[in-house]
């Protein structure tokens, strides 16, 4: 059993950044950052495993967003810059404890969710 919580979101003005944090609890193998926007599908943003810290992004948020975890705190961290109105969404960290290398940007292999967090920018 995973828990999940999300924390960080707000607005911000383009160019900005923010940085959202995934509190869990038990021992997932693969953490991911999701996001939807009013009227368009659920996306993957980036993902991680937990074993060999290989990381995935999809292609719009290549070079600006960068995905992390602090085992110690047992945290999931995404950090957004040179954020874009089109970021605008609801963001969710997902887990799940079937390992998968680099994780997975599909909600399809992703079992527990977080509540999410509004994140606005502003043009």
């Known amino acids: 059993q995973v828990r999940l919580k999300e924390s960080g979101g707000g607005s911000v003005q383009a160019g900005g950044s923010l940085r959202l944090s995934c509190a869990a609890s038990?021992?997932?193998?693969?953490m991911g950052w999701f996001r939807q926007a009013p009227g368009k599908e659920r996306e993957g943003v980036a993902s991680?495993?937990?074993?060999?810290?290989?990381?995935k992004y999809a292609d719009s948020v290549k070079g600006r967003f960068t995905i992390s975890k602090d085992n110690a705190k047992n945290t999931l961290y995404l950090e957004m810059n040179s954020l874009n109105p089109e970021d605008t969404a609801s963001y969710y960290c997902?887990?799940?404890?079937?390992?998968?290398?680099?994780?997975?940007?599909?909600?399809?292999?992703?079992?527990?969710w977080g509540q999410g967090t509004q994140v606005t920018v502003s043009a």
């Open positions: 997902a887990a799940d404890l079937t390992y998968r290398y680099g994780g997975s940007l599909s909600s399809i292999h992703y079992d527990y």
């Open positions: 038990g021992y997932p193998q693969i």
């Open positions: 991680l495993d937990i074993i060999d810290g290989e990381t």
